[in-house]
């Protein structure tokens, strides 16, 4: 059975297992870099709010050996477990003014995108494309974002330089916008890998937590040490989509201004930038393989976001180093 008749049977087989009560409807979710996933949305009488399904990883099951109905079967116990029974409340969704605050940005690489960026109001960066989105907050369902179409844009009455002045705004006062050393997000790594694996010898008293984390730094010490190059990482609190961070050029100018000097920017996902000073012995050649290592690697390719590296200075700002 191909992936396309596949979808074309599941539907019908959780509608008539979960009964006419329920409305059960499939979706195709565009994610970043043209990663397309199936889904069903399945709603309760009553509700406006559905779990994602997502289906691939059911076909794999099929492929697996496992048959329809028992797929059929776990679909159903997922929408069981995980949907909510609410109706939401979205009229404040159509208020512009009322989600102006909430509007922020993220940034994303814009010839992988061409076409999601058909439907979403953006503008150009650099090889990239600025796109935005909303800080949902919920008291039932918790927080999340929802990628701002031209149809909500449309309907709020508003252009894209709207929503551009919104975000700018935005993303820094909710997000917040952070640049620390590369050894101090390596160490706060190593540390929580390694008390996770010692949590049993922690608790039986065979070491302490602070024990934990100067061998953490003992070996952090080994892998960079004193004469290994600074680097920087470029990012918001949270760590999640913080490569948008970069479009702070007020914050750019400080870190320049501190350093002494300009610096090179490397885009190593869309969650954060890393950044290179100009005193460093690195040449460009360096911090191009550097980055393709890191794109190579990466598993996910929704984290993907750029195979360029960038360079600022206080007088041209940041710029592709082609350029």
Not at 165 to 183: C, F, K, Q
Request: aromatic share 8%.
């Amino acid at each position: 059975m191909t992936y396309e008749t596949f979808l074309e049977w599941i539907p019908d087989l959780v509608q008539s297992q979960l009964g006419e009560e329920v409305k059960v409807r499939l979706h195709t979710i565009y994610k970043n870099n043209n990663v397309r996933r199936d889904a069903l949305c399945v709603l309760g009488e009553g509700c406006n709010v559905s779990p994602t399904i997502y289906l691939d990883k059911y076909y794999e099951r099929w492929k697996q050996g496992i048959s329809l109905e028992q797929i059929s079967n776990e679909i159903c116990r997922e929408y069981e477990i995980n949907h909510c029974g609410m109706y939401m409340d979205i009229k404040s969704f159509y208020d512009y003014e009322s989600m102006k605050g909430r509007i922020v940005y993220k940034l994303i690489h814009y010839d992988h995108n061409r076409d999601l960026l058909k439907d979403v109001p953006h503008r150009r960066f650099l090889d990239l494309a600025i796109v935005y989105y909303l800080l949902v907050e919920d008291p039932f369902i918790g927080s999340g974002t929802a990628l701002i179409h031209h149809r909500q844009r449309e309907m709020w009455r508003v252009d894209e330089e709207a929503l551009y002045e919104a975000a700018s705004v935005n993303t820094d006062r909710l997000l917040g916008n952070e640049i620390v050393p590369m050894r101090h997000v390596i160490r706060e790594l190593l540390q929580r890998d390694m008390r996770r694996q010692l949590e049993a010898d922690m608790e039986m008293g065979i070491c302490t937590e602070e024990q934990v984390d100067l061998w953490a730094v003992e070996i952090l010490d080994q892998m960079m040490p004193a004469d290994h190059h600074t680097m920087f990482v470029l990012s918001n609190a949270n760590k999640y989509l913080g490569a948008s961070a970069v479009l702070n050029q007020e914050h750019l100018m400080e870190f320049a201004i501190g350093l002494g000097c300009g610096f090179h920017v490397i885009p190593s996902s869309i969650h954060e930038m890393i950044l290179v000073p100009d005193t460093e012995t690195l040449q460009r050649e360096d911090l191009q393989r550097l980055l393709r290592e890191i794109n190579e690697e990466e598993e996910n390719v929704q984290e993907y976001l750029s195979d360029q590296v960038y360079h600022y200075d206080a007088e041209k700002g940041i710029r592709m180093i082609s350029e």
